[in-house]
């Protein structure tokens, strides 16, 4: 039997493309249009900081839906909660990432490697030199583009700011030192050294960590968009750091359905058990999309059909086996006994 791509590979590969097309008229129409050249840099950001979402939360009770990925307050997104936070900082955290990798790899024309502090001592022993990537000017287009979208003045639109501005110093936060030895033989008598990006899946763990421990302020009543309401907000905003996350309000219920918040309730997800090196969080991840939102844990055993033990014949065919394996997998499923009780109590965390 000679391989084939998958379906799976191509059904990807549409949902893709499908959400990349909505990321560039998204920007497009709101965006400076003197930016066209980042444009497609930009979109392409969006896009990696909407997989990064989906990948740190594929086992929360809110798995970032495409629903809460419409940036900017005014396109309908109203909701201003700790998912909120996570979603804009991790999407302007993509752009800049993008961006600044795009201007190591020479992508355009005016921009290159930062090298503003070659020839400096860094520390005992080694001097900066390299090849810096150039996150200032990472930042400073990604700012251009994705902050452009916030145009009120209330709440919403400075924790909206704020968060894009923490995603921002997360790229600048994760970064890492790499040296490289001179002198005789490798004796490494000095080092020059520059701070490269890190893998971007490191930011989004780093952003996780933030959006856990999210501040909550309370500025959605009393703050009116008199000129003081406005300097209560930026007063507010100014006193916390831009390293942390801000919310305004509380996360609804993420177990339970809610058509008109778009929420689907966590009522047929999968959840993971055991076998594979799962991480503590992926472990109890049956307890808290099942059992704490009152649901039963469903056991489902299916065979599954793969090509294995491939060969290539000269010439020119590859020819495989089919192997079978059993699988069980574990989804949430509506207890058969009356919910609600112990296992459902309100004021769980999201
Ligand atoms: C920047 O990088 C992204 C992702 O690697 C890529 O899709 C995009 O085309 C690049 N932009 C330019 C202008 O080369
Ligand atoms: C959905 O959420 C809204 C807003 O929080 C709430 O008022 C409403 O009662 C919820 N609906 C259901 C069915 O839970």
Redesign the pocket.
């Known amino acids: 039997m000679l391989v084939k791509p998958s379906v799976c590979i191509f059904l990807f590969t549409c949902v893709f493309q499908l959400s990349h097309t909505w990321s560039v008229n998204n920007f497009l129409m709101t965006g400076p249009k003197a930016y066209l050249i980042y444009s497609?840099?930009v979109a392409?950001g969006a896009q990696s900081g909407i997989e990064e979402c989906k990948y740190q939360f594929a086992w929360d009770r809110w798995n970032c839906p495409e629903r809460a990925l419409q940036l900017s307050s005014h396109g309908g997104l109203r909701s201003a909660n700790r998912e909120t936070a996570f979603v804009h900082a991790i999407s302007s955290a993509g752009v800049m990432y993008?961006l600044t990798?795009?201007c190591s790899l020479g992508?355009?024309d005016n921009c290159g490697c930062d090298d503003s502090r070659n020839g400096q001592l860094g520390g005992q022993g080694w001097l900066w030199g390299g090849c810096r990537d150039n996150v200032g000017f990472g930042e400073a287009i990604s700012k251009q583009f994705v902050d452009a979208l916030e145009t009120g003045q209330d709440a919403r639109a400075a924790m909206n700011l704020h968060n894009n501005e923490a995603g921002r110093k997360a790229v600048k936060g994760t970064m890492k030192r790499t040296c490289k030895c001179h002198g005789v033989s490798g004796s490494c008598t000095t080092q020059t050294c520059w701070l490269q990006l890190p893998e971007f899946r490191e930011v989004g763990a780093h952003l996780k960590e933030k959006y856990h421990a999210a501040l909550k302020v309370d500025l959605l009543q009393g703050a009116g968009n008199s000129a003081a309401g406005r300097g209560a907000i930026a007063d507010t905003f100014r006193s916390i750091s831009t390293r942390e996350l801000v919310h305004l309000e509380d996360s609804p219920d993420y177990c339970l359905e809610n058509k008109t918040l778009g929420l689907l309730g966590t009522e047929g997800r999968e959840c993971l058990r055991r076998g594979r090196a799962l991480g503590r969080w992926e472990r109890r991840s049956c307890r808290r999309l099942c059992g704490d939102c009152g649901l039963a844990v469903e056991e489902r055993r299916a065979e599954t059909v793969s090509s294995c033990n491939c060969k290539f014949h000269w010439c020119c065919a590859v020819r495989c086996e089919q192997c079978r394996r059993r699988v069980t997998k574990y989804f949430c499923s509506r207890a058969d006994r009356p919910r609600g009780g112990a296992a459902h109590e309100p004021g769980r965390k999201p």
């Open positions: 497609s840099s392409a993008t990798r795009n992508d355009f």
